[in-house]
């Protein structure tokens, strides 16, 4: 009995012994199919030389791959059709500038880069760069009216087709702007508008200075947190900050349970969305209405100066908001604190609250009447004071000349669903109207040429009714976003409509 034992302790070594040697064997095998496939194939973010990218950081030097990477290019004053980074090495500063045809703001700082250039002379080079082809660059140099009304469709250029060189910087979206001085060392990561001619020539004459700030990316911890000591715990705090340039508007909500706090970080958004962010667990709770500016009300002694500066100061009313909490704070429990800190430093408090108030609502007419687009794949354009914003392409989004049969219309919707009309009134704020609703029920494409003044509410009932619908005047009882100052003693049931919404009006009869 003992021998048998012993036979099958000496079969159960010797079984395990080979599944050991053949796990060994596999194991070996996969590192080294690992190690031919790593060495054979550069990673999905790997660089020119096929080596993982890192993001470069101020003080930084680009690898010397980059001067000599070919860069396609449009709109080149040599018409050539590629350049690199080293046709520039002669400028004391490289300004890259990374852009796409749809981003408005983009668009927008062409202008003061440009000046820029003029204004250093032959020590700057502004170099814009975007991911889309050829083909949509040139055809916004060619037909964009910014870029034609700024005199810029003989200077500006491009490159295109970029995938390398924006993998080296981190961003949390565009316009974005890197500044390398002629050694190959990052000065500057910024916005636009963050740069400016006296910054630009302290850092040509200081090789160390910093003078524009490093772009806040995210928020990965406590804005106080770099001045208390690591060993520190249980420090909590809530702020408000003004507007600050170069700091992303999304949102954060960082539960960090090694150091035992919750970080919340509402960052420039204006008091309407500020609140909107803090209210989200009181009642009549209405997620976007604080984006519409006929969903708001704002009941202050002196609307007049408000509105005012929200239509001519940039960044008026806009804050950062932060907030450090104990780990067991409740979620809830911290976006009330947001409310209350809000209403201690702006003096005002906030609600959503059934109103009523006036509403455009669209209706058929007479169905055999309705206008509707034979073609429904037609491509949806807006046309404002004769510009339209899209050509139909993904890649072609921007400010351009009506054309073909809209060349001598000034607004227009153009293979709009009628479904969506309200939403194009209502969140572009096109218009100072009522909020506007849909109860036609249609899903089919409509195309309606809108008045001179979108504003003309009689006007625009007829360019309806040309369609064969009707948009009729009615009051709703709607959740309104309300924003209150203390102390506030007006009437509150006479409103009149503005381009940042309603304003209570004491004594006079509200508009609409």
């Known amino acids: 009995m003992m021998k048998k034992l012993k036979l099958q302790s000496n079969s159960s070594a010797l079984l395990y012994?080979?599944?050991?040697?053949i796990t060994v064997l596999v194991t070996l095998y996969l590192l080294v199919s690992m190690f031919s496939l790593s060495a054979?194939?550069?990673?999905?973010?790997?660089?020119?030389?096929?080596?993982?990218?890192?993001y470069l950081k101020i003080g930084d030097t680009i690898p010397q791959a980059l001067w000599d990477l070919k860069l396609d290019v449009v709109g080149h004053p040599a018409r050539v059709k590629q350049t690199t980074l080293r046709d520039y090495s002669s400028k004391k500063l490289i300004i890259l500038d990374f852009w796409a045809t749809w981003c408005s703001s983009c668009i927008a700082a062409?202008?003061?880069l440009y000046k820029l250039q003029n204004d250093l002379g032959d020590q700057i080079k502004v170099l814009s760069v975007t991911y889309q082809d050829r083909a949509a660059i040139e055809k916004f140099i060619n037909k964009s009216e910014f870029i034609r009304s700024q005199g810029l469709k003989n200077t500006f250029s491009s490159v295109v087709g970029d995938k390398l060189l924006t993998k080296y910087f981190e961003k949390s979206g565009i316009p974005f702007t890197v500044?390398?001085?002629n050694r190959g060392v990052v000065r500057s990561l910024s916005e636009p508008s963050e740069l400016n001619a006296p910054a630009l020539r302290q850092m040509i004459r200081d090789t160390n200075a910093v003078p524009v700030a490093a772009q806040v990316i995210e928020f990965k911890r406590p804005l106080l947190g770099p001045y208390y000591d690591n060993k520190i715990h249980n420090y909590y705090y809530s702020t408000l900050l003004p507007y600050g340039r170069g700091i992303s508007q999304a949102s954060?909500?960082?539960?960090?349970?090694?150091?035992?706090?919750?970080?919340?970080v509402v960052p420039n958004l204006n008091v309407f969305m500020q609140y909107a962010v803090a209210l989200q667990y009181s009642?009549?709770?209405?997620a976007g209405i604080a984006r519409i500016p006929s969903r708001c009300i704002l009941e202050v002694s002196d609307p007049d100066r408000i509105v005012n500066k929200l239509s001519t100061i940039q960044h008026f009313w806009?804050?950062?908001?932060?907030?450090?909490?104990p780990i067991t704070y409740e979620d809830k429990a911290i976006y009330r604190k947001m409310e209350r800190d809000l209403n201690f430093y702006l003096g005002m408090t906030a609600s959503y609250q059934k109103r009523n108030v006036n509403c455009l609502v669209i209706r058929v007419a007479d169905p055999r009447k309705l206008i509707i687009n034979k073609e429904s794949t037609q491509s949806p354009k807006v046309i404002l004071n004769g510009l339209m914003e899209s050509d139909g392409t993904a890649n072609g989004k921007f400010l351009q000349k009506a054309e073909n049969d809209y060349k001598q219309v000034k607004n227009a919707i153009i293979g709009i669903a009628v479904k969506h009309i309200p939403n194009l009134f209502n969140r572009r704020k096109i218009a100072a109207l009522p909020f506007m609703i849909d109860e036609t029920g249609l899903s089919d494409q409509v195309s309606i040429t809108l008045p001179d003044n979108i504003n003309d509410l009689e006007q625009l009932k007829q360019a309806f009714a040309a369609r064969g619908m009707t948009l009729s005047l009615e009051n709703r009882n709607l959740v309104m976003l309300v924003l209150r100052e203390d102390g506030y003693r007006g009437d509150s049931t006479v409103?009149?409509?503005?381009?940042?919404?309603?304003?209570?009006?004491?004594?006079k009869e509200g508009a609409r």
């Open 17 to 21: 012994i080979q599944i050991l040697k």
């Open 40 to 54: 054979q194939t550069p990673r999905k973010d790997s660089g020119a030389d096929g080596l993982p990218i890192k």
């Open 110 to 112: 062409f202008p003061g």
């Open 179 to 181: 500044c390398i001085d």
């Open 252 to 264: 954060v909500f960082n539960v960090d349970s090694l150091q035992g706090y919750k970080q919340l």
């Open 283 to 286: 009642s009549n709770y209405s």
């Open 318 to 325: 806009e804050y950062t908001y932060e907030s450090v909490s």
């Open 495 to 507: 409103l009149q409509l503005t381009e940042q919404g309603y304003v209570a009006v004491q004594g």
